[in-house]
T-cell receptor, first 113, second 113 residues
Framework: DAGVIQSPRHEVTEMGQEVTLRCKPI?????LFWYRQTMMRGLELLIY????????DSGMPEDRFSAKMPNASFSTLKIQPSEPRDSAVYFC???????????FGQGTRLTVV | GDSVTQMEGPVTLSEEAFLTINCTYT??????LFWYVQYPGEGLQLLLK?????DKGSNKGFEATYRKETTSFHLEKGSVQVSDSAVYFC????????????FGKGTHLIIQP
């Protein structure tokens, strides 16, 4: 298996623009997580899905952030409009039911200028 | 709520030195405990885990023991190598299964030849 695949690896955008980050979880995994990593706040859980249903989105910072999982093999994290303080590395991770282990993608480094 | 506290870095050691990175967690529920490692420019990789009290996780010469009495999960290695240089994250789940992880802030380990 190729592991969790995220795209793009790097994104530079101007303030106010819409940004969409993409994730393909490991086949057969039914839980998917979005994390944000910054120097100041470390790794923060933004939202997670179980069987394509959002379970906990309490970590989503603002209404500008939204996440979808239309099917078991694809998820998006959208920021609209983006702001410079959204600059961070965004990680997607997946796990299988009953397993405590999460597998991470390589992340998307977002820079909002 | 759930939280994880680990020692601040950077930690700088000479090759073949003994390593300890301290980690404590809040004693809520019956969590599983994890150590993840992040190499530069990459996502997090699971290093080891323990799912119940007194379990010892081990991998690549690293060890950590789940200590319920001290709510600790300290990472140790008897003889570090330059290739161990990375950022190490201690983490816990809520104990309810495949839910999101709560991470410590991370400890940057630098091994000098």
């Amino acid at each position: 298996d190729a592991g969790v695949i995220q795209s793009p690896r790097h994104e530079v955008t101007e303030m106010g623009q819409e940004v969409t980050l993409r994730c393909k979880p490991i086949s057969g995994h039914n839980s998917l997580f979005w994390y944000r990593q910054t120097m100041m706040r470390g790794l923060e859980l933004l939202i997670y899905f179980n069987n394509n249903v959002p379970i906990d989105d309490s970590g989503m910072p603002e209404d500008r952030f939204s996440a979808k999982m239309p099917n078991a093999s694809f998820s998006t994290l959208k920021i609209q409009p983006s702001e410079p303080r959204d600059s961070a590395v965004y990680f997607c991770a997946s796990s299988s039911s009953g397993s405590a282990e999460a597998f991470f993608g390589q992340g998307t480094r977002l820079t909002v200028v | 709520g759930d939280s994880v506290t680990q020692m601040e870095g950077p930690v700088t050691l000479s090759e073949e030195a003994f390593l300890t990175i301290n980690c404590t967690y809040t004693a809520t529920g019956y969590p599983s405990l994890f150590w993840y490692v992040q190499y530069p420019g990459e996502g997090l990789q699971l290093l080891l885990k323990a799912t119940k009290a007194d379990d010892k996780g081990s991998n690549k010469g690293f060890e950590a023991t789940y200590r319920k009495e001290t709510t600790s999960f300290h990472l140790e290695k008897g003889s570090v190598q330059v290739s161990d240089s990375a950022v190490y994250f201690c983490a816990r789940n809520s104990g309810g299964g495949a839910d999101g992880l709560t991470f410590g802030k991370g400890t940057h380990l630098i091994i000098q030849p």
